[in-house]
């Protein structure tokens, strides 16, 4: 067409527009509109909702245009589509007319017009809203992924309906986007290798959309489904953790519950659902939701708190934040805090480690004396012979000074949560114990993050070897010798990952310490503090 016929037409169209909707006038632009530049200044300038009957009638929400793929380049587009983007702007006016429209526009795989849809509905009450959710609901569960700002809208979209009093559907609507998938590499290599598949590569689930804009719907729309839903947010947000964690596990084997998330989220109390890892997203948002309901129903928290050692008996890291509820609201439930911190040896395991003695540190002056006596004792008691005796794997036998050591520090170590509390000969050992090491160098309890250390590198990363089985373990370090080059990995390296990988074994750090000592400032060698006496 040539410029000034184009522009004829666009007077027409204009003419048109401006006398007003009709089906006279509706068939007129049926006649103009033949190609997409006349169609979209049409559709463009509208901002009438008394047009959607007549231009309905004459079919123009009924052909919105389909992705395009350029299977030559590997590219595909979404081209707009100026209907949707009218229905968008004129929801407001005529809310049930434009889901009425929008119910009937045929399936599209076209992402912009559903962007323009949820705009729509975003402009509806709530009620109206839902009616389209569910489709949307049906359609998103067909997709393997969801691009442009969809994700976005369609978190607005769940706190539309939350606050709206549609908190069902909200919630259905929460459970699909939000839904955690399998690493699709997991069964190219699986296909690949089939049983022999190795299980050094652990598997990385995902969700349907960016990992941004995945915490981005955590953080802005979910509370809003939280406090209109209550438990059952918090309960599916615990589903989708819970995907997480089985999805990220490699070996047929791996039923749980040790998910090693003291290396993958070393702190329940920190970090956000805006963190750069899915699962640790996930941890951040049960814990908000958790610490939300219990400040909307203080009398919940006992409850909330066993289901989530309910959970945590599939996955530690649910055990831990259980501990992490506990610590943050103790009105009301001391019985079950003295319970809890009456079972010592759970303070060895490293997926416990920081929890509970946070929890110990602030309740360990209100527990009964009997219980207190129990921790002493534990203490007192010292790691076992047999953390020595097996340190043989590494090398070499541990000697009676490697053993003094490392009981003097395992004491030490177990002392710090309460050191405020410590009186008589129990103060006197602590404090001869920090003259003899130095003070410890961690008082805030925290599994420092692989991923941060810049010194010292490991031929294996700790989650490599914390799926090698005992017996690969000790092949590996037979056989494996340092090449000396610069910046490569050294035995040092190497000690500090295995010491964390085969941390879940209570006292296993100890032992990786006896055999190959980590460089820790004012660390000594025994002399003979260990054994000292009760207070």
Not at 60 to 81: C, E, I, N, Q
Not at 211 to 235: R, S
Not at 356 to 380: C, D, P
Not at 431 to 445: T, Y
């Amino acid at each position: 067409m040539c410029g000034s016929k184009f522009f004829e037409v666009l007077r027409q169209v204009d003419e048109v527009l401006g006398s007003g909707p009709s089906d006279e006038n509706s068939l007129r632009l049926l006649g103009l509109l033949r190609d997409p530049a006349t169609e979209q200044y049409c559709f463009d300038r509208l901002d009438n909702p008394n047009w959607i009957s007549p231009l309905r009638s004459r079919g123009f929400f009924t052909k919105p245009p389909s992705l395009v793929r350029d299977v030559s380049k590997g590219t595909f587009a979404f081209p707009p589509w100026p209907q949707s983007r009218y229905l968008a702007r004129v929801a407001k006016g005529s809310p049930a007319l434009v889901l009425e429209v929008i119910l009937g526009i045929p399936e599209t795989d076209n992402e912009i017009v559903h962007v323009d849809l949820v705009e729509a509905t975003l402009g509806m009450p709530a009620e109206l809203a839902a009616e389209w959710a569910k489709t949307e609901i049906a359609w998103i569960e067909r997709r393997e992924a969801l691009y442009m700002l969809l994700p976005v809208k369609l978190g607005a979209l769940i706190s539309h309906l939350a606050k709206g009093g549609q908190g069902r559907v909200a919630l259905d609507l929460a459970r699909i986007l939000l839904a955690v998938l399998p690493d699709p590499r997991a069964f190219e290599r699986e296909r690949e290798f089939g049983e022999k598949m190795p299980e050094l590569s652990l598997p990385q689930p995902r969700p349907r959309f960016d990992l941004w804009e995945y915490g981005q719907v955590l953080e802005k729309n979910i509370p809003d489904l939280v406090a209109a839903t209550g438990e059952k947010a918090l309960w599916m947000l615990c589903e989708l953790l819970r995907t997480a964690v089985e999805l990220s596990r490699s070996g047929k084997d791996d039923k749980g519950p040790y998910d090693y998330s003291y290396i993958w989220r070393p702190e329940i109390d920190r970090g956000r659902s805006t963190d750069d890892d899915l699962k640790s997203m996930l941890v951040s948002a049960v814990r908000d939701a958790t610490e939300e309901q219990v400040r909307v129903n203080p009398a919940a928290i006992a409850e909330l708190a066993e289901g989530l050692e309910e959970r945590g008996q599939r996955w530690l890291v649910f055990s831990r934040l259980a501990l992490h509820v506990l610590r943050m609201f103790p009105a009301g439930v001391a019985d079950m805090i003295e319970d809890r911190l009456s079972k010592p040896e759970k303070y060895d395991d490293p997926h416990f480690h920081r929890e509970y003695r946070l929890l110990l540190k602030e309740h360990f002056g209100k527990m009964k004396s009997e219980n207190q006596e129990r921790i002493y004792a534990w203490i007192e008691m010292g790691p076992t012979r047999k953390m020595a005796e097996q340190c043989k794997f590494l090398g070499r036998t541990a000697t009676e000074a490697d053993i003094t050591r490392l009981s003097n520090r395992w004491r030490l170590e177990r002392l710090l949560p309460i050191e405020s509390y410590l009186t008589g000969q129990w103060k006197s050992l602590y404090e001869a114990l920090v003259k003899q090491l130095g003070e410890p160098e961690n008082k805030d309890f925290v599994q420092h993050r692989i991923s941060s250390w810049s010194g010292p590198t490991s031929p294996k990363t700790a989650q490599e070897l914390s799926q090698m089985s005992f017996e690969e373990i000790v092949a590996f370090l037979r056989q494996w010798e340092p090449s000396g080059e610069w910046s490569a990995s050294t035995r040092e390296g190497l000690s500090r990952d295995l010491t964390t990988a085969v941390a879940a074994n209570p006292g296993a750090v100890a032992e990786v310490e006896a055999a190959v000592p980590l460089p820790r400032p004012g660390a000594v060698a025994g002399n003979g503090v260990a054994g000292r006496g009760r207070r």
